[in-house]
């Protein structure tokens, strides 16, 4: 503290959680101060929890220019990157506040998949971990009438990015061992990998970007279907939630779809016997 100001003592009882940012201040200036602790972001996912909070995981930031275009594309192509991010938040309505997760996402991506399991836990599959975005010219590349956007798994210089991951989301982690405030603990919540190993992500059968994702009503099963990158745009695959020796996606070898499909959508319907 300043010399002649008053000390302010915080006391942290057992169990207890408190966020706190520190920022320094020129005395004597205005300074204006936005709210940081949410960034922009897109190809997120925003997923509903069954206690009625919203988990909000990963996505796409800090985008840069890239000039000129990586090949195959045109020269005259405008292109970007953008990171992902391991960032997780859940959104309370009750009192329409964020809180970030602790236990941040093992793995950066964006463009990947949230699905709801039976038990309230989350399974969050594939996407990247970089993203270019290409605007090609429409027309005559000379005097092109508009720009026609894509989005790769791709990094500036071209190689893949695709996740061929997944992660859990755990509603019920980190819970506090008591809630002092009586809060219901609305900041609770926590990311596990592999079930034979928590602290790392576990393995699909290859990576997936932009795909489709569908629980299949009245089982354990998730169906992983399609995507963008080459490697899924015609295979899918199964998730067990209780497969024998743990969690995580049967192999898929010979699992085709009858054609191609790039970001496709999957809904589950009837008794799961079809999705």
């Known amino acids: 503290s300043p010399p002649g100001s ?28 936005p709210d940081t602790s949410l960034t922009g972001r897109f190809l997120h996912t925003a997923t509903p929890l069954p206690d009625g909070r919203v988990l909000v995981a990963g996505g796409f ?13 045109l020269a005259i ?21 964020f809180f970030r997760v602790v236990d941040r996402l093992l793995e950066s991506r964006g463009g990947h ?9 989350v399974l969050l599959a594939g996407g990247a971990s ?4 290409v605007f090609s010219p429409v027309g005559d590349v000379s005097a092109p009438r508009g720009w026609a956007p894509a989005i790769y798994a791709q990094n500036a210089m071209g190689a893949l990015t695709a996740r061929e991951s997944f992660e859990i989301f755990d ?6 061992a008591s809630d002092p405030e009586r809060n219901g603990d609305d900041g609770r919540g926590g990311f596990v990998g592999a079930a034979s190993a928590p602290t790392e992500p576990g393995r699909l059968n290859g ?7 569908a629980a299949l009503p009245g089982t354990n099963y998730v169906l992983l ?17 209780r497969r024998a020796g743990g969690y995580g996606v049967y192999p898929n070898t010979g699992a085709a779809m009858l054609v191609a499909r790039s970001a496709p959508s999957a809904i589950g319907v009837g008794t799961g016997a079809s999705a």
């Open 61 to 73: 930031s800090a985008i840069t220019r890239v000039d000129p275009c990586p090949a195959p594309y």
């Open 77 to 97: 192509s405008h292109c970007f990157t953008a990171t992902a991010s391991r960032d997780a938040y859940v959104f309370a309505p009750a009192t329409g506040r």
């Open 207 to 213: 990576p997936r970007f932009l795909h489709a994702a």
């Open 225 to 241: 279907a399609g995507g963008t990158n080459p490697e899924a745009v015609r295979t899918y695959e199964v998730y067990d939630d």
């Open 113 to 121: 998949t949230a699905t709801v399991l039976p038990d309230g836990r």
């Open 130 to 133: 970089e993203t270019l975005l």
């Open 171 to 176: 509603p019920e982690r980190n819970a506090e």
């Open 6 to 33: 008053a000390s302010v003592h915080l006391v942290i009882e057992a169990g207890r959680r408190r966020f706190i940012d520190v920022q320094m201040y020129r005395v004597g200036a205005s300074t204006t101060t």
